[in-house]
């Protein structure tokens, strides 16, 4: 499996670039898929001046995607005649972004769009926004404990984790303080 981490700056230019092709567009409220969408949204809300709400989908376990992706939070707002925006980090897939869209037809939307910073070549369908193509393991930068904690169960020893995160973009600092 091969790692990727990306660094705040990168995040916030990749963040700034994609704002660029979208800002002409009008919504009325951008939905983050929690968790990982929470960060990227935040920074949309800032820059696109909208405000936020979340749903909670969850298609992961310990780096390893799951057969079925579950809503296990839904937002309390009413969508209806509006222009959303759902926004994840990452699309590995697309089939997140599937469940969200199945799950917002229940309501009367006048449109709904999709973002994520990051996309994988076999995700289908693709969102309508997104930053860059990684074919990688995307480690981001609030990720530490959470990456740390899958390298140790997947390279079975601390020395070895800690290794492997040196090895992939983590400075010293950060390993000795997760």
Known sequence: MQFHKISWRQYEKDCLGLTKKIKHIKFDKIVAI????????????????????????????????????????????NFNKQRILIVDEIAD?????????????????????????YVKSKTN??????SQKIDAWIIF?????????????????????????????FSKWEVNNI
Do not use: C
């Not at 001046?49 to 296990?72: A, F, G, N, V």
């Not at 997140?96 to 999709?114: G, H, P, V």
């Not at 530490?144 to 040196?166: G, I, N, P, R, V």
């Open 34 to 77: 929690s968790r990982g969408g929470l960060v990227v949204a935040r920074i949309f809300s800032d820059l696109l001046s909208t405000p936020i709400s979340h749903i909670t989908i969850e298609s992961y376990l310990d780096l390893k995607q799951q057969k079925h992706t579950l809503i296990t939070e839904t937002p309390s707002t």
């Open 93 to 117: 897939s697309g089939r997140t972004f599937k469940r969200a869209k199945s799950y917002f037809k229940n309501f009367q939307i006048k449109k709904i769009y999709t973002l994520a910073l």
């Open 125 to 130: 369908p693709l969102p309508h926004f997104w």
């Open 141 to 169: 930068p609030y990720e530490l404990k959470e990456t740390y904690d899958a390298f140790l169960k997947l390279f079975k020893s601390k020395e070895k984790a800690k290794q492997m995160l040196l090895k992939n973009g």
